[in-house]
C-alpha cells in the first residue's frame, strides 16, 4: 500500500516571501503520478500542480514548482512570491500509473500573513 | 457546466437516522469518484463509478453505506443507520476515462454531524 506524508500541520509566511511544503510517499510502484491540491475555506479541492514519475524535469505552474526527488520519494511544492489569495490547505496527493484512486497525505495549512 | 455540484452542503442527523447526499458530476465527465475527509485528514477514497457500473469500493464503505450512479449521470450515497463516527465532509469528483494528466474535479463537498 501507498502512503504519503506531510509532516507540516501549520506554516504560515508574509505575503510575498517563498514558502516550501514537504511531502514523502512510500510505494514500491515505478511508474506513478504526483499531485498537490488546495483546498480553501470554500472548501473545493483546486488542483495545483501535479508530476508524472518518469519525467526528470520538475513541474512548474507559474508561481508554483515542485521539487521531486524520486530516489529519495520527496515531492515537495515551492511557492513564489506567495499571495493572500494562497491561505489554504494544501495536499500532497499519490495515484499509480492505470490506478484511478488518489491517496492523500494529512495536509498543510498554509497561512499568508499580510 | 459550472463543475461538480454536491447536494445538500451540510447535513446535521440524528444517530441511526439514515442519509443520502447526490452528486451532479461534470456531463462529459464519465468517472465519479466518492471520498470521505474527517477533521484534520486528507480524503480517503470511498468508491468510484465508470458510467453505471461502480468498479471498486474501499474497505472503508461498510455495509451501511451503498452508492449508486443510475445512467452513469448523477450518483448517491446512502449511508443507513447512520453513527457518530460518520460526521465527516464527503467529497464527490468527476474525471475523464484517463484522469491523467487532466486531473479531477472536484465538488464542495457535503458535510455530515451525526448528533
Known amino acids: 500500500a501507498q502512503t504519503v506524508t506531510q509532516s507540516q500541520p501549520e506554516m504560515s509566511v508574509q505575503e510575498a516571501e517563498t514558502v516550501t511544503l514537504s511531502c514523502t510517499y512510500d510505494t514500491s510502484e515505478n511508474n506513478y503520478y504526483l499531485f498537490w491540491y488546495k483546498q480553501p475555506p470554500s472548501r473545493q479541492m483546486i488542483l495545483v500542480i501535479r508530476q508524472e514519475a518518469y519525467k526528470q524535469q520538475n513541474a512548474t505552474e507559474n508561481r508554483f514548482s515542485v521539487n521531486f526527488q524520486k530516489a529519495a520519494k520527496s515531492f515537495s511544492l515551492k511557492i513564489s512570491d506567495s499571495q493572500l489569495g494562497d491561505t489554504a490547505m494544501y495536499f500532497c496527493a499519490f495515484t499509480r500509473f492505470g490506478n484511478e484512486k488518489l491517496t492523500f497525505g494529512t495536509g498543510t495549512r498554509l497561512t499568508i500573513i499580510p | 457546466d459550472t463543475g461538480v455540484s454536491q447536494d445538500p452542503r451540510h447535513k446535521i442527523t440524528k444517530r441511526g437516522q439514515n442519509v443520502t447526499f447526490r452528486c451532479d458530476p461534470i456531463?462529459?465527465?464519465?468517472?465519479l469518484y466518492w471520498y470521505r475527509q474527517t477533521l484534520g485528514q486528507g480524503p480517503e477514497f470511498l468508491t468510484y463509478f465508470q458510467n453505471e457500473a461502480q468498479l471498486e469500493k474501499s474497505r472503508l464503505l461498510s455495509d451501511r453505506f451503498s452508492a449508486e450512479r443510475p445512467k452513469g449521470s448523477f450518483s448517491t450515497l446512502e449511508i443507513q443507520r447512520t453513527e457518530q463516527g460518520d460526521s465527516a465532509m464527503y467529497l464527490c469528483?468527476?474525471?475523464?476515462?484517463?484522469?491523467?494528466?487532466?486531473?479531477?474535479?472536484f465538488g464542495s463537498g457535503t458535510r455530515l454531524t451525526v448528533v
Open positions: 456531463s462529459e465527465h464519465n468517472r
Open positions: 469528483a468527476s474525471s475523464l476515462v484517463q484522469p491523467i494528466p487532466y486531473g479531477y474535479t
